[in-house]
């Protein structure tokens, strides 16, 4: 059985910085890609950033590029996303998922789901 695990959420100020975590298990790892996703109150759930099984391919949503980096240890089954200069707009619940093969911003295209963790960005 496929399962992910999001951590690292939490509430932090504007300008802050939060580093989340995707811990899984049940599959080849390193056959796999992860995304990272987002749903805000009354929102869609939206695309962030994803990375390729190996690493090598990453790609982040317009509003998070140049404060998220996206990065995976292929020896823990762990992504990682780093969250610098938070803003009260990146406030959602974050979700990782992963799909067998390319790296996409689709949430569509994603098989397996973690919980979510909730991140605050407030003063």
């Known amino acids: 059985e496929v399962q992910l695990q999001a951590s690292g959420g939490g509430l932090v100020q504007p300008g802050g910085s939060l580093r989340l975590s995707c811990a899984a298990s049940g599959l080849t790892f390193d056959d796999y890609a992860i995304g990272w996703f987002r749903q805000a109150p009354g929102k869609e759930r939206e695309g962030v950033s994803c990375?390729?099984?190996?690493?090598?391919?990453?790609y982040y949503a317009d509003f998070v590029k140049g404060r998220f980096t996206i990065s995976r240890d292929n020896a823990k089954n762990t992504v990682y996303l780093q969250m610098d200069s938070l803003k009260p707009e990146d406030t959602a619940v974050y979700y990782c998922a992963t799909r067998w093969g390319l790296a996409l911003m689709d949430p569509e295209s994603y098989e397996y789901w973690g919980q979510g963790t909730l991140v605050t960005v407030s003063s």
């Open positions: 990375i390729s099984s190996r690493g090598d391919t990453t």
